[in-house]
Structures are given as structure tokens and as C-alpha cells.
């Protein structure tokens, strides 16, 4: 009778392991957002990729330094998995600079495939985009170059997510860390099993 | 009294030498001796962004300071350290950059960057960037990075 509390708590934990499912971070099964790829595609997030896992992360092309590294993290990721069922993309917040012409010249600077795109789209919808998963942004420095040209540079949430087939936000790392891809990868495999 | 003339001069001879001797061990070089290290830029397009990376390796005791940067593919080169804040990834322009003595000082993704601000011209793979830095004491230093993706080797990333 003694052991009855250990034996419960045993119980509980044996029930909870049984039963993990990956907490729901963002639901964005009832979102809808008219986004563009570097194509000029028109996409539909996230139904146009309902049935697959997607793997995002959110950059823009005038970052010089976190931004490139995120994308690395992301092409580290689809390489080290290896699945051609699972969906990258790369949302721009800068939806002013960052036109399909723009993302096209950056996707090429990393020769990446057709499941790796990047999106864009009106400035309200990329705005209501990024408030959906939780994505801040603010002016840092502006500077005038020597054309006359205003220049930004924008401080920035650093993340990569894992949305599920259903539309589901389930993993949040940070998007720049140096151990992120291993973790993803591995979290993938798992829920692809 | 020749004798002592003798001795006198010996000794101020002596003395002489050996001062001399003295002060050639003690020279040591006015302006630290610092080399740019395993640099590399990342590719990019014309008009739009990219930065070069390395390391500074200063072997001396004498500390000195970058205070500038400049590159032959643009106008605008500058010098940034990224870093987080409050949950944000934030960038700020680096007036001045210590290089300690007999230490270095790693220019990494994600940490200390040369921004290489809307370049003329593509820089791509196989290409190099002259990267010149400026130091206080007036030094300059160049050298010629080579362009290459990043590997996502520890060293592009530590620290970060």
C-alpha cells in the first residue's frame, strides 16, 4: 500500500509518454494568406502546403550577417535530411525591398531547388503574416548611400518552425544557432517515421 | 698614471660595449605586428548585400585598433557586430575595434562582420575581395579573400 503513490506516479508518466504528441506552438489551420514566390507564383499559406511538413524561417535580402545564416541553417537542414517531401521556405518581412525579382537573386546566390522558395506579398498581408507567428521587426540604422537611396537595416525575431501537415506550428529553435539543424533533423525524423 | 689611463679607458670601453649591448636586446617593434587570418566573403549580387569574415591575429605586445575598412567590389564598406537583444537580432556599426596584444579577434557570421554594402558588381564564387583595414597607429593591411559560400564549418559560426 505504501508503494501506491510511486506506482500512480509511474502510471501518470507511462500515460503521458504514450500519448506525446508535439505541442501545437501556432495554429494556423483557419490563416489564409495571399503570398507570392520568387516566381511570381501565387501561394496560398498555408493551404498550398497542407499534407506536407514545411520547414520556415524568415529573413530579408539587405541582411548582410544573421539573415544568410539562417538561410545556411535551413539548406543544412533540407541536405542533412534528405526528404524530398518536406517543404522549405524563407517569408520575407520586408515585403517593400524584397520583391519576387529580389528573392529570385538571392535564391540564386545559394543555388537551391524547388523545394526551397521564398515568399513575398503586400505589405499588410506580410504584416498579418508575421503578427500570426509571432515574428517582430523594427527599423535599426538608416543611412542615405551615395546614389541618394535610403538604406535600412531591420532588428529582427531569429526563428525557424516546423509546421506540420495540417497546418500546425509544432517546433520553434532559434534560427541562427550553430545547433539548431541537428535538433531539427532529428525531431523531423522522428515525426516522420 | 699610464696605468690608470689605461685602466680608465678599458673600463669606459667596457662600459660602452656593453650599454650598446643592452639596448639592442631591448628594441622591440613600434606598431604590433597583426595579419589577417583564414578570411573569406560570402557570394552576392550587384546592388544588394554581402560581407567578408577573418581573423586578426596580432603577435605582439602591442595592442592597436581597427577604425576602418574598405573593399574593392563597393563604396560603402563598414564595420558591424550583430548580436541579440531583448529577443531580437540587432546590428550596430563598430566605430573602433580593440585587437588586444598577443591575442586575436575572430570576424565571424553572427558576431564582428565587414559589410560589403550594395557591391558594384556580382562577387561570385572563386572570385576575392581586397579587404583593407586601417589601424590607429596608421597601419594599414590588406589581403585578398577568397568568395566562397559559407561552409557552416564551427569556425563560421562559434561563439555565436
Known sequence: ?193 | MKKITLLLFVTITAFACTSEKKETMEVTPVVADISIEDGWARPGKAGMMSAAYFRLENTTDIADTLVSASSNVSNNTQIHLSYEKDGLMVMEEQEFVPVPANASVMFKQGGLHIMLIQPDNDINEGDSVAVELTFKSGRTLSAQVPVRPATGMKMDMQGH
Open chain 1, 1 to 193: 500500500m505504501k508503494y501506491l503513490p510511486l506506482l500512480l506516479l509511474t502510471l501518470f508518466i507511462a500515460i503521458g509518454a504514450c500519448n506525446s504528441s508535439p505541442e501545437v506552438i501556432d495554429d494556423l489551420t483557419d490563416r489564409s494568406f495571399e503570398l507570392v514566390d520568387q516566381d511570381s507564383v501565387e501561394v496560398t499559406f498555408p493551404d498550398d502546403y497542407k499534407g506536407k511538413y514545411v520547414v520556415m524561417s524568415f529573413i530579408y535580402t539587405n541582411c548582410p550577417d544573421i539573415c544568410p545564416l539562417i538561410t545556411q541553417n535551413l539548406i543544412k537542414i533540407q541536405k542533412d535530411l534528405d526528404n524530398p517531401d518536406v517543404q522549405f521556405l524563407a517569408v520575407t518581412f520586408d515585403p517593400k525591398r524584397d520583391t519576387p525579382e529580389t528573392l529570385s537573386k538571392y535564391k540564386s546566390v545559394f543555388h537551391l531547388d524547388e523545394n526551397f522558395n521564398f515568399l513575398t506579398g503586400e505589405e499588410e498581408t506580410i504584416n498579418a503574416f508575421m503578427d500570426s507567428v509571432r515574428v517582430r521587426t523594427q527599423v535599426s540604422l538608416s543611412t542615405t548611400t551615395q546614389d541618394g537611396t535610403e538604406l535600412y537595416f531591420l532588428n529582427h525575431s531569429d526563428k525557424i518552425m516546423v509546421m506540420n501537415p495540417e497546418g500546425k506550428v509544432i517546433i520553434e529553435y532559434g534560427g541562427s544557432q550553430p545547433s539548431v539543424p541537428k535538433l531539427i533533423v532529428q525531431d523531423l525524423n522522428r515525426l516522420l517515421k
